[in-house]
């Protein structure tokens, strides 16, 4: 029997009235991760890569609340956004489906590289239907289309509304618990990368109970979809739907704008280096979003502002290996025309 979500056990009130289906494999493991920084920093990882069977990453305790939302609303389909190479779309996808939901996508530009090209096939190896949009302007227009069909639930961009923040409130009183229990020492600082902010949403919230804890996110889209205000907007908006009393001092939250290389998708030298850095040691990472916020821990450690610190680094990038399901693909003719055009003609 899969076990309960850690913010059922913290908080057993709210599994009467929250929503939520299991999907994943929780507690992730945490560990010590040796020859990466410097010898004056103490870094450790928490593997939610290795979230789930089907797929990992940081969108399996997202899902696990809004499809269940989802499902209890009575609806046949969800329909969500992302770009074109977008984890959220494809963890939506694949396990909308396995809860027997059909599963649509706006999906938006971002810089075409074999991985995005991978990520769309098995998308259509899982059967979404993408709506391709030819840019932010198109956007509106597509989601207001694709979210009116009258048995659709609305997922928003990463899962990032308030019920999607759950999963990472659940996610960070896990890592409470796991401290607990001595699987871990207490960390100084948890680096996270920060998208569309539920996830660091959610640590803000959990890490609250007991722990004074710096939350470093590191920016790795556009500033006005992404920051500290929204950041804080999402976890008050936890404390309002759950109404649970909290005691502990309130982490700190920074933002680090300086690795995010200026358009959503695109990479840097920095992340660059980090996955290859990071993948000697055996943490397999990619250059949107664990790459650049790898890049950042790297940074500060070197520069030694990280020296006698304890360090966390939230590993949310799928860990399971997608190449059978693109081999199952049924290819590049089953996408919208004008996502076809992003793979190459074999002569």
């Known amino acids: 029997m899969p076990a309960e979500p850690a913010l059922f056990t913290a908080h057993p009130q709210l599994a009467a009235r929250i929503p939520w289906m299991p999907l994943g494999q929780f507690p992730t493991r945490v560990h010590r991760v040796e020859g990466l920084v410097p010898p004056s920093v103490e870094l450790w990882c928490k593997r939610d890569d290795e979230s789930g069977v089907a797929y990992g990453g940081n969108k399996v305790r997202k899902l696990e609340f809004l499809l269940a939302e989802a499902r209890a609303q009575g609806?046949?389909?969800?329909?969500?956004?992302?770009?074109?190479?977008?984890?959220?779309?494809?963890?939506?996808?694949?396990?909308?489906?396995?809860?027997?939901?059909?599963?649509?996508?706006?999906?938006?530009?971002?810089?075409?590289?074999?991985?995005?090209?991978?990520?769309?096939?098995?998308?259509?190896?899982?059967?979404?239907?993408?709506?391709?949009?030819?840019?932010?302007?198109?956007?509106?227009?597509?989601?207001?289309?694709?979210r009116g069909q009258p048995d659709a639930a609305w997922i928003a961009a990463g899962g990032s509304s308030v019920t999607g923040t759950l999963g990472y409130a659940s996610g960070g009183l896990e890592l409470l618990e796991q401290m607990k229990r001595g699987?871990?020492?207490?960390?100084?600082?948890?680096?996270?990368?920060l998208g569309s902010c539920g996830t660091a949403a959610g640590l803000l919230w959990s890490l609250w109970h007991d722990q004074a804890i710096e939350l470093r996110a590191v920016r790795v889209v556009d500033r006005w979809v992404s920051g500290a205000r929204l950041t804080r907007r999402l976890a008050a908006g936890v404390d309002a739907l759950l109404q649970v009393e909290r005691s502990g001092q309130a982490p700190r939250l920074s933002v680090e704008h300086g690795f995010f290389g200026g358009a959503y998708g695109r990479s840097t030298p920095a992340a660059d280096e980090a996955v290859q850095a990071s993948g000697a040691v055996g943490l397999r990472l990619e250059p949107t979003y664990t790459g650049k916020c790898m890049a950042a821990l790297l940074a500060d450690a070197r520069a030694g502002r990280l020296d006698g610190k304890r360090v966390l680094f939230l590993h949310t990038y799928n860990g399971v290996d997608l190449q059978p399901l693109i081999a199952s693909s049924p290819g590049r003719d089953a996408l919208p025309p004008l996502l076809q055009r992003h793979f190459p003609v074999v002569g």
């Open 183 to 193: 699987e871990l020492p207490r960390p100084d600082v948890v680096y996270v990368a």
């Open 75 to 146: 609806k046949k389909r969800v329909c969500t956004i992302g770009g074109i190479g977008s984890h959220h779309v494809l963890a939506t996808a694949i396990y909308g489906r396995q809860a027997g939901f059909e599963v649509d996508a706006v999906v938006f530009p971002q810089p075409v590289t074999d991985h995005v090209r991978a990520q769309l096939l098995a998308d259509a190896a899982v059967g979404a239907r993408l709506v391709p949009t030819r840019g932010y302007l198109g956007v509106p227009r597509a989601v207001w289309r694709t």
